[in-house]
């Protein structure tokens, strides 16, 4: 006879199991029992945040840089409705996370009780899935499936409500050991005929292109994408969410396609006859205007774990389902099985034009400002990091400056909100990757407009001693706005202007952080030294920035890949 | 579908969400009470009702998605109608009631209400052969369909 547990005992036991050392939350009336279980024992490590939606974002960052399922844990009613910004980012990245909310007693359901809220119903279009637990029997199990929703197939976030009352009840406790459901079964291989096909298509090709996304990091599959583009020498291309999948510092890497991609990667995309999509969705920040796009001839070949993804945006003539390492695997065997391989003085000719591509050096920017420019700021981060670091950065020029700039050469280093585009994401979620990768170094390149959306977590910071290097490009704009603005709207800055800015170095100082005022290019490289040198504090250096520059290339929304603005 | 509280709205939720188009939407539980059928009518482009099929299949609580267009399949659906019946108009429309197969459930001195079963377009053919001053209600279940024949669809 086992001993019975209550609810909130079950749900730490839960976490326990599933092997969680670390999780981000924030207490409220509906989670007491649950803060009371945590509180009485130590395998589950409990960061309090300063506000839900960073609780989320820092459990999103936790698990980008680490591979592992990141759990929050908020309260009813306003825990949760602050959560859903968080939520939604981490769907729209397909990010593995658990969210356990509170939730008033069942009894008080649907009576307007105090901080209550249709959780279930508010979060339900922005999680993969969400339960709302409604007896204690069904607890152990339904936290099972929620792990095991959220890691596999394309993974996501799942909610699991708990009413209060169900955290009281007891009953015996055992934790399933292996879950299935006769309604969610992900697809792992691929079709072996269809990945036949495919390999024809690629020898026959004559302008390849490897196109890769966020599946291939999500899936760790980063090593077995390097043996194929090295057996086939195509060039490849990331996505936003996808660098660092494939070596920056590579020859064969053309850089990040889309809206601010290079000219080679967007020329190279428009122009080649066949193309290899891997764990990518076309995105309409990626492609532009899709019609566009279809008016040049070429044949597509798209690997990718979820069968809506294929065919949505793009019409693709060979897709395969399938879990990426896993079709990766089986086209590796069958190209280094036969003796084929594509032509290669048409190889040849391909590379060639990318090269002259290259030559229109589409990332220039003036290197003799005498103000900071953003890009010179990445780019010192880059060699003082050594491209070892792992970077977050919240949305606007700074993220595109960050994706450009700094060569990620590693899978899980680049920590960005690509789907949502959430300001206030890079800080928080640089917590999380902190906490994930103690030893790491941890950059969170953001702006002035961006840092100010979450910047009550410099306090968790200071409580949980986390040493981050927030690099904030100041250039007292809201500056992919402005560049809008600028582009489309006549030069008139509607609102874009950052005024009333807070002194940021007696701010970061205000919490016990470092602060640093960086005004002349020339001490640009210095601060950053000085800065990691600080290695147990967190240090807020604030760049006083050209005001003016703007992200090139640029396509504009609507336009095709060829036809990008070139500074 | 699971039979599970939630389940439909997710179905809903999904269709406006998306911006795809719900005609109609019938469920109930199956001999399997753990399991819903649903029956939904929506049109679309090829590629949508792919997107639409694609979409579906990955809600969590969905077992199966067929879509019924690609075999020989038999849809009925049902209408309660209330219609003025009076005088000489009585007897004219009970005759429709009967060259139409439905029958007439409930009778006042100034009223019929009718039942009747069949094709969505039965249905609305039967609606505009009545004069519309006379209808007082009318209210429809949605299709439902299944396969022809032994095609069955099984979980």
Redesign the interface.
Known sequence: MSVELTGAEITIRCLQEEGVDCIFGYPGGAVLFLYDELFKQDKVRHILVRHEQAAVHAADGYARSSNKVGVALVTSGPGVTNAVTGIATAYMDSIPLVIISGQVPTNAIGLDAFQEVDTVGITRPCVKHNFLVSDVSELATTIKKAFYIASTGRPGPVLVDIPKDVTQQKIAFAYPEKISMRSYNPVIKGNLKQIKKAVELILSAKRPVLYTGGGVILSDAAKLLIELAKILNFPCTNTLMGLGGFPATDKQFIGMLGMHGTYEANMAMQYCDVLIAIGARFDDRVIGNPKHFSNENRKIIHIDIDPSSISKRVKVDIPIVGNVPDVLRELIKFLKSTKEEPDQNALKEWWKQIDLWRERDCLKYDRQSSIIKPQMVVEKLYEVTKGDAFITSDVGQHQMWAAQFYKFDKPRRWINSGGLGTMGFGMPAAMGVQLANPKGKVACITGEASIQMCIQELSTCKQYKLPLKIINLNNRYMGMVRQWQEFFHGNRYAESYMDALPDFIKLAESYGHVGMRIEQPEDVESALKEAFKLKDQLVFLDFITDQTENVFPMVPGGKGLSEMILV | ??NE??AL??VA?LFS?RGYNIESLSVAPTEDPTLSRMTLVTTGSD?VI??VT??L??L????KVIDLIDGSHIERELMLVKVKATGSGRDEIKRLVDIFRGCIIDVTDKSYTIELTGTSSKLDAFLEALDSSAVLETVRTGASGIGRGDWVLK?
Do not use: F, L, P
């Not at chain 2, 969590?60 to 077992?63: A, D, M, S």
């Open positions: 579908m699971e509280a939630g709205s997710r939720g969400a590629e792919e997107q694609k979409q299949n990955k969590i609580e969905v077992v979980v």
